[in-house]
């Protein structure tokens, strides 16, 4: 089985999460930030790996720490999980059209982590929810991930969408790089043996 627990305390947050890369898209995330609760919903329906949760975050200065720990944690159950990557795809890739957005995501599970982020939210807050912090989550996620991420912006002008279309294609690319080719299930996908 392909899973991992990472627990994860600082003085400012104190974050659980759980995945299940072979799973079925369920999930159980509560972070105290609807918003992004509804995007991590989203991450793991679309990508179908099984995700709980949980975070407490210092809210009375605001959303930012428990984002971005938040990030961080998954980022690391992720490389955890998915161990020494023998067998998987390990790139994705997705065009995902919500309404007026349209973002594409491409990605390598390369543990080179690298970030491009070509997306502007028109405005500062979805409800209460800061949307710089959606660039915040996805940084941290690359990083602790070892993931090389570009998130492209084609088309959009609802912020709600935009972030929205970003964490589905994330979700649907990183479904197809954590999946086993049947024709390789036996070698690390790279000529160097190792990621």
Partial sequence: MRTAQVSRSTAETEISVSVNLDGS??????????FFDHMLDQLSRHSLIDMTIRAKGDYHIDDHHTVEDTGIALGQALVQ?????????????????????????????????????????PTQKIGN???EL????????ATHGGITLHIDQIHGVNSHHIAEAAFKAVARALR???????????AVPSTKGAL
């Avoid at 898209?25 to 609807?34: E, I, L, M, P, R």
């Avoid at 959606?134 to 996620?141: D, G, H, I, K, P």
Wanted: with cysteine; glycine share 8%.
């Fill in 134 to 141: 959606v660039r915040e989550f996805f940084q941290a996620l």
């Fill in 176 to 186: 197809t790089a954590v999946e086993v080719d049947p024709r390789k299930a036996d």
């Fill in 25 to 34: 898209g369920t999930y159980d995330n509560q972070t105290g930030v609807g």
């Fill in 81 to 121: 999980a998915l161990g020494d990557k023998k067998g998987i795809n390990r790139y994705g890739e997705c065009h995902l059209p919500m309404d007026d957005a349209q973002v594409r995501a491409a990605l390598d599970l390369s543990a080179r982590p690298f970030l491009v982020w070509n997306v502007e939210l």
């Fill in 129 to 131: 929810f800061d949307t």
